[in-house]
C-alpha cells in the first residue's frame, strides 16, 4: 500500500524548443494517466514552487474541497507516501495543495472531479460503517485495515471495487504531485538545474550491464 515520476526538465538555456517539446511530452503522458486536461495539468505543475513557497508564509484554504474532504485527504496521501528517514511525506511536499490547484482549475476535468470527491466520501463511510468514525477520526490500524483492502486491486475482494479505483487514482495523483515538488526531486536525487564542472563517464556498472565498453564504442566510430 505504500510507494515512492514527472520530473523537471534541464538543458541549454538556449535550446527552448527542445526543452520545450520534452515538457510537453511528459505533461501529456501525465494528462493522459490522469483524465485531465494538459492546460489544466501544465499550469498545476508550474504551480508546484509558487505553492511551496506561499504556503510557507501562510496557511493555504484549498478552494476546491470542503474542510473534512481537506482532512480525510491530507490523512490519505500520507499513508500513500509517508515521511521516512530519506525523505518528507506528501504533505510536506504540498501534495494535497497540488490536487486542489489542479481541480480547482476551470479546465479541470468533471469526470476527475467526482471521483475524486465521491472517492473521499467512500472512505468516510466505509469507515462509519466498519468502525463507527470517520477515516480521520479512526485508529491507524483501522485505516490501515480499509486501505489494504483497495491497495491491490489484484487481491480486492469485488464489492471493492469503487474503493480500488478510488485508490489507484488517489496513488497516481500523490506520486505526480510528489515528484513535481522540489522535495520529489531530492528524494530521487535528481541533479538537474546544476552545472558539472566534471564528467567522469557512465559508470561501470552500467556499461557492464549493458554489454559495451568505450573501447568498443571507439571501435565503432573509427569503421
Not at 541549454?12 to 501529456?28: E, G, L, Q, T, Y
Not at 490547484?101 to 473521499?120: F, I, P, T, Y
Not at 471495487?161 to 505526480?176: E, K
Amino acid at each position: 500500500m505504500n510507494h515512492r515520476d514527472p520530473l523537471p526538465m534541464t538543458g541549454d538555456p538556449n535550446d527552448v524548443s527542445r526543452r520545450d517539446a520534452i515538457k510537453a511530452f511528459s505533461i501529456i503522458g501525465i494528462a493522459g494517466a490522469l483524465d485531465v486536461s494538459v492546460p489544466s495539468l501544465e499550469r498545476a505543475l508550474t504551480g508546484m514552487s509558487a505553492l511551496e513557497a506561499a504556503s510557507q508564509q501562510q496557511a493555504y484554504v484549498p478552494r476546491f474541497f470542503a474542510a473534512q474532504e481537506w482532512r480525510t485527504l491530507r490523512t490519505l496521501v500520507d499513508y500513500i507516501i509517508p515521511r521516512d528517514a530519506k525523505s518528507g511525506s506528501a504533505t510536506d511536499a504540498k501534495v494535497p495543495e497540488f490536487m486542489d490547484w489542479l481541480l480547482a482549475d476551470r479546465e479541470a476535468s468533471e469526470n476527475q472531479k467526482v471521483a475524486v470527491r465521491g472517492g473521499l466520501h467512500w472512505l468516510d463511510l466505509e469507515s462509519r460503517d466498519r468502525f463507527n468514525a470517520t477515516f480521520v477520526g479512526a485508529t491507524d490500524a483501522q485505516r490501515r485495515q480499509i486501505l489494504d483492502d483497495i491497495a491491490w486491486p489484484a487481491k480486492a475482494r469485488p464489492e471493492m471495487s469503487q474503493g480500488v479505483a478510488f485508490f489507484t487514482r488517489m496513488r497516481d495523483l500523490t506520486a505526480s504531485g510528489f515528484y513535481s515538488s522540489q522535495l520529489g526531486w531530492k528524494d530521487l536525487q535528481y541533479s538537474g538545474n546544476a552545472m558539472s564542472t566534471r564528467w567522469d563517464g557512465c559508470p561501470q556498472p552500467v556499461l557492464d550491464r549493458l554489454g559495451v565498453s568505450y573501447d568498443l564504442m571507439k571501435t565503432k566510430a573509427g569503421q
